[in-house]
């Protein structure tokens, strides 16, 4: 595909993979959350994790698959961040750290993907997807966690 054109994708195929990769790393969070009896939030991270693999299967810049894909992701952080704060454990903190660790790792993505210097070098695109496949593993263990003391 020409990364010209109007339909750009957002990676080259060889640094995608691995977001595509990670994404799989749902369908583990959805299973621990069905495991410790959470069955809507294993609902949604079943439903997070098939749109992920949806949009990074093929990652366009600007097409309805990344629009769905980043919408359910933000709104479920939302309703995570929303149910985590009545969850009384004195460990939810740890939760918290590993989301925080996740959004780190988001905003990096997006600083090494718009740097305007290394904007579509090699360097840039291997930086930004690391620290995307970051965010993956971090939110998954985070979830897994918040499932493991509600």
């Known amino acids: 595909m020409d990364y010209d054109n109007k339909l750009k994708l957002l990676y080259p195929p060889a640094f995608s993979q691995r977001m595509l990769k990670t994404s799989f790393l749902g369908f583990g969070a959805s299973w621990w959350a069905r495991n410790c009896e959470q069955e809507e939030l294993a609902a949604l991270a079943l439903i997070v994790t098939i749109c992920s693999i949806n949009h990074w299967r093929q990652p366009l810049m600007n097409s309805w698959r990344r ?7 933000n709104l479920s952080f939302a309703y995570h961040i929303y149910l985590a704060i009545f969850v009384t454990s004195r460990l939810i903190f740890l939760v918290f750290l590993l989301w925080f660790a996740a959004a780190c790792c988001y905003v990096s993505a997006i600083r090494w993907g718009t740097s305007s210097r290394l904007r579509g070098t090699d360097i840039a695109y291997k930086k930004a997807s690391m620290y995307h496949c970051g965010l993956h593993i971090n939110a ?7 499932y493991y003391l509600l």
Do not use: E, K, S, Y
Request: net charge negative; with cysteine.
């Open 67 to 73: 629009l769905i894909d980043v919408t359910i992701a």
């Open 140 to 146: 998954m263990l985070g979830n897994c966690l918040f």
